[in-house]
């Protein structure tokens, strides 16, 4: 048995006549009465959970998933999950129920880059290509998977890298783990060991979680060229109890290197015991400790700064959230977030 839990997205729209626009419009049994040939591959059960453009998610939408989620994965009746998601957050989503999910079982996100007004609209194809990876033995272990256009991609490395291409996704570090062809699922790698992080502490956990709660109050800074000191003082500054920025992920050039203005205020930062983390704009390669001068990556490694590999800015922070939020100090956030990404 698989379950489908439907949480919007272009697969659940269609073009308003009025404004030629896409709008949200279809409820999961009106998306599935285009998909006959899903009961010849798993029997289903299906929950409508939210009708939501992928804009609209936040994290602690994508947290309300995860618990629902684990609530399903926990039926021993359940055998895989599959959850049709917008495709502008899907990444953050999948990366994030990666990061929380305990379970062995598939779960596999799945959308749209057409709506059902197209005549090349991609749901029904991509709908039947999921739920067939979800149901395949072969995807027990293999995490949180995205399934786009027959490609079987990692919830950590799939990145959207075009805006309305149906191959609209990909994994440009290290490949996908696997295609659909032909209706057969095919893994041709599988995914690294996951790490063991788990908190020794019950009461940082939830069920069928790893954590027991999200710390959003994380904010993501993209660098860029002449950016002035006063952008970062003001996007760094130091807030009343309650509402200050417990971590930041900055979006950093190349290798890691940002411009001098961001060095002092990021510095004031992490004396203050705010979490940050380093990432790179570029599409692939991993941030290091490479360059030397002023605001290279290892003046932010020895500030405190942690460079965390291959992982973009917005999943960046997606781990500080998680790790903020299955810690009680900010050394122990940091060693989560230097064994997920070493």
């Known amino acids: 048995m698989i379950g489908l839990l439907f949480t919007g997205g272009t697969i659940s729209m269609r073009i308003d006549p009025a404004t030629g626009a896409a709008v949200p419009a279809l409820g999961a049994a009106e998306i599935l009465a285009q998909v006959p040939q899903l009961g010849d591959v798993a029997a289903f059960e299906i929950e409508d959970f939210s009708r939501l453009p992928g804009p609209h998610v936040t994290p602690e939408q994508m947290w309300r998933l995860a618990r629902r989620t684990a609530a399903w994965l926990e039926r021993p009746d359940i055998d895989g999950v599959v959850i049709t998601h917008g495709t502008d957050t899907i990444e953050e989503t999948a990366f994030l129920l990666d990061l929380v999910l305990t379970s062995a079982k598939p779960v596999v996100l799945v959308g749209a880059m057409r709506t059902v007004s197209d005549p090349s609209w991609d749901g029904p194809a991509n709908l039947l290509a ?44 290290f490949g996908p783990l696997g295609v659909v062809d032909g209706g057969v699922v095919h893994f041709r790698r599988c995914r690294p060991p996951r790490p063991s992080w788990d ?27 002449g950016i002035q000191t006063a952008i970062v003082d003001a996007h760094l500054a130091d807030q009343a109890p309650g509402q200050a920025t417990l971590g930041i992920a900055i979006v950093a050039f190349g290798r890691g290197n940002v411009p001098p203005a ?11 015991g705010v979490l940050v983390t380093v990432s790179s704009r570029c599409l692939s390669g991993r941030v290091s400790p490479r360059y030397g001068y002023a605001g290279g990556g290892l003046e932010l490694a020895n500030a405190g700064a942690l460079l965390v590999g291959e992982l973009p800015g917005s999943k960046a922070r997606l781990l500080q959230m998680v790790a903020l939020g299955g810690t009680t100090t900010r050394d122990e956030a940091a060693r989560i977030i230097e064994r997920v990404t070493a």
Request: positive net charge; hydrophobic residues 45%; without cysteine.
């Open 130 to 173: 999921a739920t067939r990876v979800a149901s395949s033995p072969a995807a027990r272990g293999q995490g949180v998977l995205v399934v786009m256009d027959d490609l079987i991609l990692p919830a950590r490395d799939v990145r959207k890298v075009h805006t309305e291409a149906s191959g609209a996704f990909a994994a440009p570090e």
């Open 199 to 225: 908190t020794s502490n019950p009461s940082l956990t939830d069920a069928g979680l790893r954590v027991g709660r999200l710390e959003t109050r994380v904010s993501l800074l993209q660098v860029y060229t």
């Open 262 to 272: 961001v060095v002092a205020p990021l510095q004031a930062a992490l004396d203050r």
